[in-house]
């Protein structure tokens, strides 16, 4: 059993930055199986940034160039930079990590919320 605790959340007016961090506990991982998720009100959960089978990092469209993942391996952490925060970036956002790379995330943070004003 894996354990996510996503803190770093907040409100934050428009073109601002803030940075989200994820500790994993209960067993050793490597950070290249975690990732970030974001749901909005009233939408489905929608993928944000994580990294691919070559262990380059991929992002959504809605989000390139303006959010950065990055790992410390040494904290079982992950990290999530985000800058020119809109506020369509308003959700909740999920830190998850999968068992094997690649393949599905199987263990899910509680969420942070992030609210960005105009």
């Known amino acids: 059993q894996v354990q996510l605790v996503e803190s770093g959340g907040g409100s934050v007016q428009a073109g601002g930055s803030l940075r989200l961090s994820c500790a994993a506990s209960?067993?050793?991982?490597?950070?290249?199986?975690m990732g970030w998720f974001r749901q909005a009100p009233g939408k489905e959960r929608e993928f944000v940034a994580g990294?691919?089978?070559?262990?380059?990092?991929s992002y959504a469209d809605s989000v390139k160039g303006r959010f950065t993942i990055s790992r410390d391996n040494a904290k079982n952490t992950v990290y999530l930079e985000m800058n020119s925060l809109k506020p369509e970036d308003t959700a909740v956002y999920y830190c998850?990590?999968?068992?094997?790379?690649?393949?599905?995330?199987?263990?899910w943070g509680q969420g942070t919320q992030v609210t960005v004003s105009s």
């Open positions: 998850a990590i999968r068992t094997v790379l690649p393949g599905p995330y199987k263990y």
């Open positions: 209960g067993r050793t991982v490597s950070t290249y199986t």
């Open positions: 990294f691919s089978r070559n262990y380059s990092a």
